[in-house]
């Protein structure tokens, strides 16, 4: 079954306890990103992806890093966890970069940061 | 500021009537517009796009209607179902690439 796989899906962790949260594709797809979910503000990119260690900075990078060594994993990494890094977390992929390359989510992790 | 707004955090629908959803957006840069469809504890799954040449794309119950000069887009469900309720988003693109700009998102609850 074509997926995007996220672990944990959920995480409640103390302020400054580095964390990752893996995501992970069977798709196959170049394109990967990270995404945070925020009562009223919708989705917003953190970090994207589009091939093999080449990734970049999305609208609200700060905080987090990434990396991506395979075509399939793309974890994100938050060295010093604050409060304000809870949130609702999704990966998503994509074959491509055009609009018409749809991108799949995976199923969220939502972090809370004591 | 955010660039796609959706202002109505919920709406609520009787089974078989038309659900509309709106979508405005600030940046007349974006040319591609998509909705999401997203149910508890599932990540977003894609549902309905339109073009900006284009002023309406229906797939099934789904139509969705774009209003350029107004900078304002909609979704329309006919007939609403039971199955529709979930929280529906708008994203934008530009630039010929799909780095979304999501909107915050509607609540739909379709009920008997």
């Known amino acids: 079954e074509a997926q995007v796989t996220q672990n944990p899906r959920y995480l409640i962790t103390v302020t400054g306890k580095k964390l990752t949260v893996t995501c992970s594709q069977n798709?196959?797809?170049?394109?990967m990103s990270w995404y945070r979910q925020d009562p009223g503000l919708g989705l917003r990119q953190i970090y994207y992806s589009m091939n093999v260690e080449v990734t970049d900075k999305g609208d609200v990078p700060e905080g987090y890093k990434v990396s991506r060594k395979e075509k399939r994993n793309f974890p994100l990494i938050l060295e010093s966890p604050s409060p304000n890094q809870t949130s609702l977390y999704f990966c998503?992929?994509?074959?491509?970069?055009?609009?018409?390359?749809?991108?799949?989510f995976g199923p969220g992790t939502r972090l809370t940061v004591l | 500021d955010q660039q796609v707004k959706q202002n109505s955090p919920s709406l609520s629908v009787q089974e078989g009537r038309i659900s509309i959803l709106n979508c405005d957006y600030t940046?007349?840069?974006?040319?591609?517009f998509l909705w999401y469809k997203k149910y508890p504890a599932e990540g977003p799954t894609f549902l309905i796009s339109i073009s900006s040449i284009k002023d309406k794309n229906e797939d099934g119950r789904f139509t969705v209607f774009l209003n350029k000069s107004a900078k304002h887009l909609s979704l329309h469900i006919v007939p609403s179902q039971p199955g529709d309720s979930a929280v529906y988003f708008c994203a934008a693109a530009s630039g010929g690439y799909n780095k979304l700009i999501f909107g915050a998102g509607t609540r739909l609850a379709v009920h008997p």
């Open positions: 998503a992929s994509s074959i491509g970069l055009a609009y018409t390359d749809t991108q799949y």
């Open positions: 940046n007349s840069m974006f040319d591609y």
């Open positions: 798709m196959n797809h170049e394109y």
